[in-house]
Nanobody, 117 residues
Framework: QVQLVESGGGLVQPGGSLRLSCVAS????????MGWYRQAPGKQRELVAT???????NYADSVKGRFTITRDNAKVTVDLQMNALKAEDKAVYYC???????????WGQGTQVTVSV
């Protein structure tokens, strides 16, 4: 299996910044696409950003220009730098990764991000 553990969530004021980190462990060779999703109360889980092993990125329109996703293939980590946070960014953020070795997607347990004065 692949275990994903997120960290870095918390409470921040509007306009502030947070950095989320996700570390993979277990069967972590041949990891493919990695990314971050989020789920706000009463809403479906949605894509925030993804990054391929080669470094190609994709962002939701709502976070373009504010969030930056990066990964370290050697350490098998994926980070999400979130700047200019808005109240609507409040959600539980989940790390996601595709494992070629296991033939499936894996999820972390989630980390809460709250944006409030």
């Amino acid at each position: 299996q692949v275990q994903l553990v997120e960290s870095g969530g918390g409470l921040v004021q509007p306009g502030g910044s947070l950095r989320l980190s996700c570390v993979a462990s277990g069967t972590i060779f041949s990891m493919g696409l990695m990314g971050w999703y989020r789920q706000a109360p009463g809403k479906q889980r949605e894509l925030v950003a993804t990054i391929t092993a080669g470094g190609d990125t994709n962002y939701a329109d709502s976070v373009k220009g504010r969030f930056t996703i990066t990964r370290d293939n050697a350490k098998v980590t994926v980070d999400l730098q979130m700047n200019a946070l808005k109240a609507e960014d409040k959600a539980v953020y989940y790390c996601n990764a595709w494992s070629y070795a296991k033939g499936g997607f894996f999820w972390g347990q989630g980390t809460q991000v709250t944006v409030s004065v």
